[in-house]
Nanobody
Framework: VQLQASGGGSVQVGGSLRVSCVVSGGRVNSYTVGWWRQAPGMERQFVAAIRAVGGTTAYGDSVRGRFTISRDNAKNTVFLQMNGLNPEDTAAYYC?????????????????????WGQGTLVTVSS
């Protein structure tokens, strides 16, 4: 399976942005898909995920209540709607998929659960 992230850009503090992840080579609802981000010099950080089974979602503590992950099965795409952006959200955002929807709920925030990665899309938030 291949993943293609897009939609990054520059936005001012308090603004919104939506990034997309198109999945090819498989059905998006057959995989748990997550969004991760990485700022320069920092470790990759879990942002959000949506499970293959039932579409259950999970969020990182720093984005909960501001970001929303969703899935459009017809477009084979996962979206991340980001509202209330602040400079700490500046990073390259990556989407990733697991081995076919097998990730259990308690493992959604584990980096090792994701084996297919797309390229990053850069989000810059300025004050």
């Amino acid at each position: 399976v291949q993943l293609q992230a897009s939609g990054g850009g520059s936005v001012q503090v308090g603004g919104s942005l939506r990034v997309s992840c198109v999945v090819s080579g498989g059905r998006v609802n057959s995989y748990t898909v997550g969004w991760w981000r990485q700022a320069p010099g920092m470790e990759r950080q879990f942002v959000a995920a949506i499970r293959a089974v039932g579409g259950t979602t999970a969020y990182g503590d720093s984005v909960r209540g501001r970001f929303t992950i969703s899935r459009d099965n017809a477009k084979n795409t996962v979206f991340l709607q980001m509202n209330g952006l602040n400079p700490e959200d500046t990073a390259a955002y990556y989407c990733a998929a697991d081995r076919g929807g097998t990730t259990i709920l308690s493992s959604l925030r584990w980096l090792q659960s994701y084996v297919h990665w797309g390229q990053g899309t850069l989000v810059t938030v300025s004050s």
